[in-house]
């Protein structure tokens, strides 16, 4: 063994290997907690994964470029999940076909509702006006959102900041308040999941029920498309 | 298993191509899917497709893999939060409150439509 620990650990917090590991180890934890507990809302892998991580780093003092050198591999994958929705959205094809007038209206009326509702209420609390660009598209997926934060002239890191939490909350609130609200129609649940909360509420909305799921992946992509444009045009009528 | 991971990332590539060379505002992995559901649907028309990746529920097995753990690949995006905390400590508490109840507003709104728009549209009332 090295006569100096403290080479070994600067040697492996600077190389991908570590960081790597504690993403996977830290997700296979909290995925089993997750599972143990029947999927309960509240032990979203996600959330508890995203403080075990920060605060490890926070008390090692590693930066997050550090970190994302490593995680980087994991995060790639995002792109290629994207494409894999094709197959869940392929077998269940006919259910989808036959749903495309709801999904299109749903999809006008909740990425609205999505927009609109942050700016009004980041506006009635008094936020900075670069604060609201930066939030008003937190319910598409981190990349699109991101774009969409520069060209506005906002913070990109904000905006992804904003993305997550938003996923988070809307992952962990979309079971029990369907359930509240009494409605069974798993297209529409996973729909609604989708709009408000991108992959983290599809990836949720797979956990649940697979063609909760599949709507979930549609109402994600369609919405990326949609905020994309309506982002632009809701913050020239609402901020000026 | 390999072949299937190369077909989704071909169709992510051809994807992020087009994009870039039409210079049209959609995610190249959005195209990506569009591309792997229409090689999919073409399969079912000429069983000549049916091999490699595409045959023997080869690609079907490899994305529903990757989907099972949608959640792991959320994370290094989002421990960037750290980044954030001086903000967060700022405005933290407003911010938290407005994206909470942005998103339970869009979700209510979101399932209502969707089914009063299909009761209308189809007189049909499907419950799993």
Known sequence: ?240 | MIASLSLILLCQLVGEVAVRALAVPVPGPVVGLVLLLLLLLARDRYPVLARGPLGNDGVESASRGMLANLSLLFIPAGVGVVQKLDLLAEHGIAILVILAVSVIVTLLATVATFVAASSVFSGEDETP
Do not use: C
């Open chain 1, 1 to 240: 063994m090295s006569d100096n620990p403290f080479s070994l650990w600067v040697y492996l917090s600077q190389s991908p290997l570590l960081w790597l590991t504690v993403t996977l180890v830290t997700y296979a934890v909290t995925d089993a907690v997750s599972l143990k507990t029947r999927r309960h809302p509240l032990a979203n892998p996600v959330l508890h994964s995203l403080w075990i991580i920060g605060l490890f780093l926070l008390l090692t003092g590693t930066s997050y470029t550090t970190y994302f050198a490593g995680a980087q591999f994991v995060h790639f994958l995002l792109g290629p999940a994207t494409v894999a929705l094709a197959v869940p959205l392929y077998e269940n094809r006919r259910r989808v076909a036959a749903a495309v007038l709801p999904m299109l209206v749903a999809l006008a009326v909740g990425s609205l509702t999505a927009i609109v509702s942050v700016v009004l209420l980041a506006r009635a609390f008094g936020l900075p006006r670069d604060i609201i660009l930066s939030l008003a598209p937190k319910s598409v997926t981190a990349g699109v959102a991101m774009g969409i934060s520069e060209s506005l002239h906002a913070d990109p890191s904000l905006t992804a900041v904003s993305v997550i939490l938003t996923g988070i909350m809307g992952a962990i609130i979309v079971t029990p308040l369907m359930n509240f609200t009494g409605i069974a129609d798993f297209r529409g649940r996973g729909f609604a999941a989708g709009i408000a909360a991108h992959g983290i509420g599809t990836a949720r909305a797979f956990q649940v029920d697979e063609v909760a799921g599949v709507f979930a992946g549609i109402a994600m992509s369609l919405n990326a498309l949609v905020t994309s444009l309506l982002v632009p045009l809701a913050v020239t009528y609402l901020l000026r």
